[in-house]
């Protein structure tokens, strides 16, 4: 099947401080990408709906200024979080798109484990 | 709005059992219907899918059938492995919709022992 990547797969950070997540589809086009959250031992909740070349969609609850999204090319997204805090911390996750109408599957990244102390 | 109801776990279960968790949902129209695995300290990996009623997707040993009458999408596999023990979250998603994001059901953890 198709294969995402995330970079880094894990981060530290301190408080105040930004970071930026990577997404990657490898060897297929995304126009559209998903970043989700999932806190331990619960289900993905979606954040943001990431489309290339426009802005992205955000769930209800998600802050658009906190939470940057770019999706500057068709195999490219980025999650930042911008003056991360200790609530911040959790396990991100991107998924990509590929293919269309009946054939559409979301491929998923490994994830990102982000821990703002 | 959408949302996916699946049986909670643990599920504790020796080699060679049989595996049934249940997932129901609720959604408008005619969404598609997944069961994604995520094994310990991976990403999720997209295990079947069924984009109708009736059609039945499955995979590495496991079904599922897309049942619109009781709006379910039970998973199952006839001899569960050691090597199945993970995640397993059932989806869905709207293709009638601009964003097809997935909504999720809350994961069932499956542990199989030998």
């Known amino acids: 099947g198709a294969v995402v990547s995330q970079h880094p797969s894990r981060v530290i950070c301190k408080s105040g401080t930004s970071v930026k997540i990577e997404c990657r589809s490898l060897?297929?086009?995304?126009?559209?990408m998903f970043w989700y959250r999932q806190f331990p031992k619960q289900s993905l909740m979606l954040m943001a709906t990431?489309?290339?070349?426009?802005?992205?969609?955000?769930e209800q609850g998600v802050e658009k200024d906190k939470f940057l999204i770019n999706h500057a090319s068709l195999t490219l997204s980025t999650l930042t979080v911008t003056s991360a805090h200790p609530e911040d911390s959790s396990f991100y996750i991107c998924?990509?798109?590929?293919?269309?109408?009946?054939?559409?599957?979301?491929?998923f990244g490994p994830g990102t484990r982000l821990l703002v102390l | 709005g959408n949302s996916v109801t699946q049986m909670e776990g643990p599920v504790t279960l020796s080699e060679e059992a049989f595996l049934t968790i249940n997932c129901t949902y609720t959604?408008?129209?005619?969404?598609?219907l997944f069961w994604y695995v995520q094994y310990p300290g991976e990403g999720l990996q997209l295990l079947l899918k069924?984009?109708?009623?009736?059609d039945k997707g499955s995979n590495k040993g496991f079904e599922a059938t897309y049942r619109k009458e009781t709006t379910s999408f039970h998973l199952e596999k006839g001899s569960v492995q050691v090597s199945d023990s993970a995640v397993y979250f059932c989806?869905?998603?709207?293709?009638?919709?601009?964003?097809?994001?997935?909504?999720f059901g809350s994961g069932t953890r499956l542990q199989v022992q030998p």
């Open positions: 998924s990509a798109r590929q293919g269309t109408g009946g054939w559409e599957t979301q491929y």
């Open positions: 060897d297929f086009q995304a126009t559209t």
């Open positions: 990431s489309n290339e070349g426009s802005k992205a969609t955000y």
């Open positions: 959604a408008t129209g005619y969404p598609s």
């Open positions: 069924a984009t109708k009623a009736d």
């Open positions: 989806a869905l998603s709207h293709m009638d919709t601009g964003r097809r994001a997935l909504t």
